[in-house]
């Protein structure tokens, strides 16, 4: 069973910076795409940004490109959000998430969708709230 435990969240000013980390057991990275979520009070969730752990590529959504960076260590099964240049409304929980890779290889917001519909494991997450 496919199972994460979000790190890493708190409370920070605007303009700060915060890297989540999430633990993930129970499949081969390697053989799956990643991804993270978050969930605004009142809001849906939305994806945030995606890495295959075969390769290494990512995307991330424009709204947070060049803020935001997603990475991963497949030796720890771990992956990680560094989180730059923070604002009020990136306060929300994060989530992870994954499924496995097929094609189309390259990572999109099609895999954040696919992640979003299929994937059934959603965590604990954890909190993050930025300050103005």
């Known amino acids: 069973e496919v199972q994460f435990v979000e790190s890493g969240g708190g409370l920070v000013q605007a303009g700060g910076s915060l890297r989540l980390s999430c633990v993930a057991s129970?499949?081969?990275?390697?053989?799956?795409?990643l991804g993270w979520f978050r969930q605004a009070p009142g809001k849906e969730r939305e994806g945030v940004s995606c890495i295959s752990g075969s390769d290494g590529s990512t995307y991330t959504m424009e709204s947070m490109k060049g803020r935001f960076r997603i990475s991963s260590d497949n030796a720890k099964n771990t992956v990680y959000l560094q989180m730059n240049s923070l604002k009020p409304e990136d306060t929300a929980v994060y989530y992870c998430?994954?499924?496995?890779?097929?094609?189309?290889?390259?990572?999109?917001?099609?895999?954040?969708?696919?992640?979003?519909?299929?994937?059934?494991?959603w965590g604990q997450g954890t909190q993050v709230t930025v300050s103005s």
């Open positions: 998430a994954a499924v496995p890779l097929s094609r189309p290889f390259l990572m999109s917001s099609w895999w954040l969708d696919q992640m979003s519909s299929k994937f059934g494991s």
């Open positions: 129970g499949f081969t990275f390697d053989d799956y795409a």
